[in-house]
């Protein structure tokens, strides 16, 4: 299995709401990665985590809140954000988090902030 | 700080072309360069890593080049299809650090 998948695939919230969004992989890579993409951007890391533990935080606003319960799963926490907050959130997942490993990428999950 | 430009940021070519998508950085020390691939509204996709100490990978019809002297890559597109339609992402890892720097991409369209 050399996928990462997702969910949901698409998301709309209120300012006032709390969600989540889900990444799972399941090739027995211990790095995963929370990026952020802009329409016609490019991708923005956002948090690093290797071995289960938060490594790199890239001066993430605190409405941002990651998680990452066991090796396998990656979760991003969403509480009162902004409309700018409105993007395209890619997962990826590396081995082990070290130099310049091919990233694989999920699908991502679009999300739309009213 | 280490930027990528990439060039042009946009092409249309008709179907069967060979093409040349252009990457730039500014930072030599680099650790790799990647190239990957992005449909409309996707995940990305990884086409060809190539290590610092290399000058070229090649995949299928994909060949990718770097010089690492001057700043450039190159991703060369062989007999193009329709199927080749995407954006096309160069990334580069500096030496001292597990961040990929993106470029803003190529969005390719090729017309059959």
């Known amino acids: 299995d050399t996928e990462v998948t997702q969910t949901p695939k698409h998301l709309v919230m209120g300012m006032t709401n709390k969600k989540s969004l889900k990444c799972e992989q399941h090739?027995?890579?211990?790095?995963m990665y929370w990026y952020k993409q802009k329409a016609k951007k490019p991708p923005e890391l956002m948090f690093v985590?290797?071995?289960?533990?938060?490594?790199i935080n890239e001066s993430v606003p605190s409405r941002f809140s990651p998680e990452c319960p066991n090796s396998s799963l990656l979760n991003l926490h969403l509480h009162a954000l902004q409309p700018e907050d409105s993007a395209l959130y890619l997962c990826?997942?590396?081995?082990?988090?070290?130099?310049?490993?091919?990233?694989?990428f999920g699908p991502g999950t679009r999300l739309l902030v009213l | 700080k280490q930027e990528v430009t990439q060039i042009p940021a946009a092409l249309s070519v008709p179907e069967g072309e060979n093409l040349v998508l252009n990457c730039s950085f500014t930072d030599s020390a680099i650790y790799n360069l990647q190239w990957f691939r992005q449909d409309p509204g996707k995940g990305l996709t990884s086409l060809l890593l190539i290590q610092s100490s290399q000058r070229e990978q090649t995949s299928g019809r994909l060949n990718a080049s770097l010089d690492k002297s001057s700043g450039r890559s190159t991703l060369y597109i062989a007999a193009s299809q329709p199927g080749d339609s995407a954006t096309y992402l160069c990334a580069v890892t500096g030496d001292s650090s597990y961040k990929l720097i993106f470029g803003s991409g190529t969005r390719l369209l090729v017309r059959p």
């Open positions: 985590y290797s071995y289960e533990k938060l490594s």
């Open positions: 990826a997942s590396s081995p082990i988090g070290g130099f310049g490993e091919t990233q694989y």
């Open positions: 090739m027995g890579h211990r790095a």
